[in-house]
């Protein structure tokens, strides 16, 4: 009888970093000043949104101000 093993192919995810631009409507609060992260249509700001993960498992979203990841010192690395 065939034993089976764990594939070391597993990928292990990490928590990562994206730039969207604020949409309307948007609902969070920015986890480094907690301020809400607003739209305004005349000037399209970008927020920083981050995808948490905990010892490879997905954890939660975080949001930030563009300025604030920066001042925070990008925490989960270089938004993409």
């Known amino acids: ?8 192919s597993k990928k292990s995810w990490k928590s990562r970093a994206v730039t969207r631009l604020i949409e309307a409507g948007s609902m969070v609060d920015c986890s480094y000043c907690n301020e809400r992260v607003k739209f305004q249509a005349r000037m399209r700001a970008n927020q920083v949104i981050c995808n948490v993960y905990t010892k490879g498992v997905w954890d939660r979203v975080e949001h930030f101000h ?5 001042e925070a010192g990008s925490p989960f690395g270089d938004p993409e």
């Open 66 to 70: 563009e300025d604030c990841y920066t």
């Open 1 to 8: 009888m065939a034993t089976k093993t764990k594939s070391s």
